[in-house]
């Protein structure tokens, strides 16, 4: 496949690359001083302001890319800080002025509210945060968000005379071998252990900066004002209350079932911690790729059986090298997909190991990188920087969608059977963990000034309340109290995390529909994902055909779907 070219720029130069504020400031000033008479001027000054942003953004995304890429360069580190220290502040505060410009303007009130309601719904929502004393604050803060990649990137164990990042070792924890499992296990957990005072220090710093940004910005709580900055508009934290109530009384019930058969299936007298990953029936631990070329591949070739267009999209990303797939010591951990707002093609990063995860996480990261192409000619940088709620039902949904085809990994029956039954055992999986990660999100930051022993006691209560009583944690009362630290979501993107569930529901829905309708849920779920952000959730997700929608009958219903689907793999 061709490489794709960014469209032509009209405000700034072609040849324009983002170097220093003193470049960059004569067309933030431009736009500012810019006298709009009519609303074809004002239209004109929104598309000249969203290329001069893509443009600033996309720089910024790369100097991120190649940070996460190698975080021991002292080279690459220093030009992303140096972006966020002598850059940033500046972007921030003439973003500031510009929101003010356009909200203030009369003809602002009278674009239609169809096409621009969300639009001007965020740049009011960004003007409720701004304090010209929290633009350093910010800046610290983007800074000491870093640092979790820092001391979590570097996390090595050593086995069996060989050295293994904590992705490559998670794979132990799939081996018929419970010894091994076990042994792995504890390794994993006394590593992170080792850095668990480096890392409550961290998290403590960033909970006051936050909390100090909130107060500044006249919020009462920083969960207040996260809720405003992600232009949550459609729920509450009322609702993210009842949907944790909701997940406890639908999913945990499954959830329970699932751990029983396990237990039943490695007839072991009680389920450890260890045991949950394995797959039962003495089946060695499931290598659906053997290395990142392979991956891209078979990735491509399900794409393919589920829409052409969406195999083009992945082979675009090879082409162009947008892709960092393998894992490596000295590479940040995780794996993501980034955006680009200026030439629509993204970046896709992860830290592949050969895994059943691995696979998934790449069918995850590669329906955002759909998403990204559907979206990349919309008129507006803001209709392409789309809400997690509808990001992640495009990753999710391709998750499951794509079980349809997952014979192009598994060539063996019984290696499919069990990987598809692996899926729905994660899917349901990952609904309590969510609802602990944003009820435990809820507390600390309702509860700023907590102790760290009161942390430590909240956070236990939490985990529990959502854990199953068929895993034995005894014994582990140090590892538990301190799991929270392994979740990039809490230092670097707070309160990102119910969007996964949200986005689970409708994803389970997708899927749903797909097997009942075929090309018909695909057709929805391309035009749903084309119209980015320029329409509320409630309305993305009608266009996908499915609702938006996260209360206990609904949960009910769909958690049957699942059971079904799981029983039938039986």
Same mark, same amino acid.
């Given at each position: 496949?061709?490489?794709?070219?960014?469209?032509?720029?009209?405000?700034?130069?072609?040849?324009?690359?983002?170097?220093?504020?003193?470049?960059?400031?004569?067309?933030?000033?431009?736009?500012?001083?810019?006298?709009?008479? @009519?609303?074809?001027?004002?239209?004109?000054?929104?598309?000249?302001? +969203?290329? *001069? &942003?893509?443009?600033?953004?996309?720089? $910024?995304?790369?100097? $991120?890319? =190649?940070?996460?890429?190698?975080?021991?360069?002292?080279?690459?580190?220093?030009?992303?800080?140096?972006?966020?220290?002598?850059?940033?502040?500046?972007?921030?505060?003439?973003?500031?002025?510009?929101?003010?410009?356009?909200?203030?303007?009369?003809?602002?009130?009278?674009?239609?509210?169809?096409?621009?309601?969300?639009?001007?719904?965020?740049?009011?929502? @960004?003007?409720?945060?701004?304090?010209?004393?929290?633009?350093?604050?910010?800046?610290?803060?983007?800074?000491?968000?870093?640092?979790?990649?820092?001391?979590?990137?570097?996390?090595?164990?050593?086995?069996? %005379?060989?050295?293994?990042?904590?992705?490559?070792?998670?794979?132990?924890?799939?081996?018929? %071998?419970?010894?091994?499992?076990?042994?792995?296990?504890?390794?994993?957990?006394?590593?992170?252990?080792?850095?668990?005072?480096?890392?409550?220090?961290?998290? @403590?710093?960033?909970?006051?900066?936050?909390?100090?940004?909130?107060?500044?910005?006249?919020?009462?709580?920083?969960?207040?004002?996260?809720?405003?900055?992600?232009?949550?508009?459609?729920?509450?934290?009322?609702?993210?209350?009842?949907?944790?109530?909701?997940?406890?009384?639908?999913?945990?019930?499954?959830?329970?079932?699932?751990?029983?058969?396990?237990?039943?299936?490695?007839?072991?007298?009680?389920?450890?911690?260890?045991?949950?990953?394995?797959?039962?029936?003495?089946?060695?631990?499931?290598?659906? !790729?053997?290395?990142?070329?392979? *991956?891209?591949?078979?990735? @491509?070739?399900?794409?393919?059986?589920?829409?052409?267009?969406?195999? %083009?999209?992945?082979?675009?990303?090879?082409?162009? #090298?947008?892709?960092?797939?393998?894992? =490596?010591?000295?590479?940040?951990? #995780?794996? $993501?997909?980034?955006?680009?707002?200026?030439?629509?093609?993204?970046?896709?990063?992860?830290?592949?190991?050969? +895994?059943?995860?691995?696979?998934?996480?790449?069918?995850?990261?590669?329906?955002?990188?759909?998403?990204?192409?559907?979206?990349?000619?919309?008129?507006?940088?803001?209709?392409?920087?789309?809400? +997690? &709620?509808?990001?992640?039902?495009?990753?999710?949904?391709?998750?499951?969608?794509?079980?349809?085809?997952? &014979?192009?990994?598994?060539?063996?029956?019984?290696?499919?059977?069990?990987?598809?039954?692996?899926?729905?055992?994660?899917?349901?999986?990952?609904?309590?963990?969510?609802?602990?990660?944003?009820?435990?999100?809820?507390?600390?930051?309702?509860?700023?000034?907590?102790?760290?022993?009161?942390?430590?006691?909240?956070?236990?209560?939490?985990? !529990?309340?959502?854990?199953?009583?068929?895993?034995?944690?005894?014994? *582990?009362?140090?590892?538990?109290?301190?799991?929270?630290?392994?979740?990039?979501?809490?230092?670097?993107?707070?309160?990102?995390?119910?969007?996964?569930?949200?986005?689970?529901?409708?994803?389970?829905?997708?899927?749903?529909?797909?097997?009942?309708?075929?090309?018909?849920?695909?057709?929805?779920?391309?035009?749903?994902?084309?119209?980015?952000?320029?329409?509320?959730?409630?309305?993305? $997700?009608?266009?996908?055909?499915?609702?938006?929608?996260?209360?206990?009958?609904?949960?009910?219903?769909?958690?049957?779907?699942?059971?079904?689907?799981?029983?039938?793999?039986?």
């Amino acid at each position: 496949m061709e490489a794709v070219k960014r469209k032509p720029r009209n405000f700034i130069p072609e040849n324009f690359i983002v170097e220093n504020w003193e470049q960059l400031q004569p067309y933030f000033e431009k736009l500012f001083l810019q006298e709009i008479n @009519s609303t074809e001027e004002l239209l004109l000054w929104l598309k000249n302001r +969203s290329e *001069l &942003e893509s443009a600033v953004d996309e720089d $910024y995304r790369w100097r $991120y890319i =190649r940070l996460t890429c190698d975080i021991n360069s002292a080279e690459i580190k220093q030009a992303h800080e140096y972006f966020v220290t002598e850059i940033q502040p500046h972007l921030i505060e003439y973003r500031e002025k510009l929101n003010k410009k356009f909200i203030t303007h009369p003809l602002s009130q009278k674009l239609d509210k169809q096409v621009y309601g969300t639009l001007i719904n965020g740049i009011n929502n @960004s003007l409720k945060l701004h304090e010209e004393e929290n633009i350093e604050l910010l800046t610290a803060l983007e800074l000491k968000q870093q640092e979790y990649q820092g001391i979590s990137g570097n996390m090595t164990i050593q086995y069996k %005379d060989n050295e293994y990042t904590l992705p490559q070792a998670v794979n132990f924890l799939y081996e018929n %071998d419970r010894t091994v499992r076990e042994e792995v296990y504890h390794l994993i957990a006394q590593r992170r252990l080792n850095d668990k005072e480096k890392l409550n220090d961290l998290y @403590s710093d960033l909970i006051q900066k936050r909390n100090e940004l909130a107060t500044k910005a006249g919020f009462s709580n920083y969960r207040d004002y996260k809720f405003t900055e992600l232009n949550r508009n459609d729920y509450t934290a009322d609702d993210c209350f009842q949907f944790h109530e909701a997940i406890k009384k639908e999913v945990l019930p499954l959830y329970e079932i699932f751990l029983n058969d396990k237990k039943k299936a490695l007839g072991v007298d009680t389920l450890r911690p260890w045991d949950v990953d394995v797959i039962e029936g003495n089946q060695q631990p499931l290598k659906p !790729f053997t290395d990142g070329e392979d *991956l891209i591949k078979k990735t @491509s070739n399900c794409f393919h059986e589920i829409r052409p267009f969406f195999a %083009d999209c992945l082979q675009v990303m090879k082409t162009m #090298g947008h892709l960092d797939l393998e894992s =490596r010591k000295g590479k940040a951990p #995780g794996g $993501y997909n980034m955006t680009m707002p200026e030439i629509g093609v993204p970046f896709i990063f992860m830290n592949a190991a050969s +895994s059943l995860s691995d696979m998934v996480t790449m069918l995850h990261e590669g329906g955002h990188a759909i998403h990204s192409f559907l979206c990349k000619d919309l008129a507006l940088k803001e209709f392409k920087d789309v809400p +997690s &709620e509808i990001a992640e039902v495009a990753s999710m949904s391709m998750e499951l969608i794509s079980m349809e085809h997952w &014979e192009i990994f598994f060539e063996n029956k019984e290696d499919l059977r069990h990987a598809k039954q692996q899926q729905i055992k994660r899917v349901i999986h990952i609904l309590p963990w969510v609802a602990t990660i944003d009820k435990f999100q809820h507390w600390v930051y309702t509860n700023p000034n907590h102790t760290l022993e009161q942390r430590k006691t909240e956070w236990t209560k939490i985990f !529990f309340e959502f854990s199953s009583s068929a895993i034995d944690y005894s014994g *582990l009362d140090e590892n538990i109290a301190y799991r929270w630290q392994s979740q990039l979501h809490l230092f670097e993107v707070p309160f990102y995390y119910i969007e996964y569930a949200i986005a689970q529901l409708g994803a389970i829905a997708m899927w749903k529909q797909y097997k009942e309708q075929g090309d018909v849920a695909i057709d929805n779920y391309i035009k749903a994902l084309s119209m980015g952000y320029s329409k509320s959730l409630p309305e993305l $997700y009608k266009a996908a055909g499915i609702q938006f929608d996260f209360s206990q009958n609904y949960i009910s219903e769909l958690v049957k779907f699942l059971k079904k689907e799981y029983e039938a793999l039986h």
